[in-house]
């Protein structure tokens, strides 16, 4: 079984950074591809970055472009998302997501294992 295990979560202000990582068992690295999605308070829940298990092929929402890197080490079976230049636009609950399939989507109903979300809280 898939058990995914998110946290770094916080409270930043505007312009600082937070890393946060996923802890991650019972992958398939040579199928599994892995995401981050958000949501945030009245909003539905939004792709962020993916990323592969095998090759490290990312995928990025034009909302974090140039200021968010999804990375993997295999070794440590943990995923993380490094963010920075964080805007308070950026305040949501954050969830470490998994789907048996290396091709990408966006969709955060074709992730069938989730983390359980981690709250990031960037204040102006």
């Known amino acids: 079984q898939v058990q995914l295990v998110d946290c770094g979560g916080g409270l930043v202000q505007a312009g600082g950074s937070l890393r946060l990582s996923c802890a991650a068992s019972?992958?398939?690295?040579?199928?599994?591809?892995m995401g981050w999605f958000r949501q945030a308070p009245g909003k539905e829940r939004e792709f962020v970055a993916s990323?592969?298990?095998?090759?490290?092929?990312?995928y990025y929402a034009d909302s974090v472009k140039g200021r968010f890197t999804i990375s993997r080490d295999n070794a440590k079976n943990t995923v993380f998302l490094q963010m920075n230049s964080l805007k308070p636009e950026d305040t949501a609950v954050y969830y470490c997501?998994?789907?048996?399939?290396?091709?990408?989507?966006?969709?955060?109903?074709?992730?069938?294992?989730w983390g359980q979300g981690t709250q990031v809280t960037v204040s102006t």
């Open positions: 019972g992958l398939i690295f040579s199928s599994h591809r």
């Open positions: 997501a998994a789907r048996r399939s290396l091709i990408f989507s966006r969709s955060s109903a074709d992730y069938s294992d």
């Open positions: 990323i592969t298990w095998r090759d490290g092929i990312t």
